[in-house]
């Protein structure tokens, strides 16, 4: 199996919904960490899956506060890594459930559901699907 994207399969997108009635924002994180990105109400990021050469996977931190990431707010993170013509996610929160109370919900081959925005108590939920496909996070 490789451990590249294979160039010729079709690479699929990581995108992030903001249904709350305020700003979230984002970080992408792997070996380096992107600026924030504010994603107003009704509006969404998206990033192509990719694959960080020192250490593979990607963590789109989400938090509720403006700076949150330096400030250790409660974060939600939607995780992936591309390998080869599988992406592997999964769904977990840490310092705290930033959308306690409203609906998350990561559509993919796996969908995880967290109704009241908490995950479940035995932690962070994993699928993984065909790289060629979408994962759309919806919050709120």
């Known amino acids: 199996m490789s451990n590249q994207i294979t160039t010729n399969q079709p690479k699929g997108n990581a995108t992030v919904q903001n249904n709350c009635p305020h700003p979230i924002y984002l970080w992408s994180v792997s070996s380096t960490v992107s600026p924030e990105h504010p994603i107003p109400p009704s509006k969404s990021y998206t990033e192509t899956f990719r694959r960080d050469p020192q250490i593979g996977g990607v963590t ?75 994962l759309v996070l919806r919050v709120c």
């Open 60 to 134: 789109l931190k989400i938090t509720t506060v403006e700076n949150g990431l330096e400030a250790a707010a409660p974060q939600l993170n939607f995780a992936y890594h591309a390998l080869g013509d599988r992406v592997w996610y999964s769904l977990s929160d840490v310092f705290g459930d930033p959308f306690a109370g409203k609906r998350v919900a990561l559509s993919g081959e796996k969908e995880i559901v967290w109704e009241n925005g908490v995950p479940p108590s035995n932690g962070s939920q994993v699928g993984d699907q065909g790289v060629g496909r979408d």
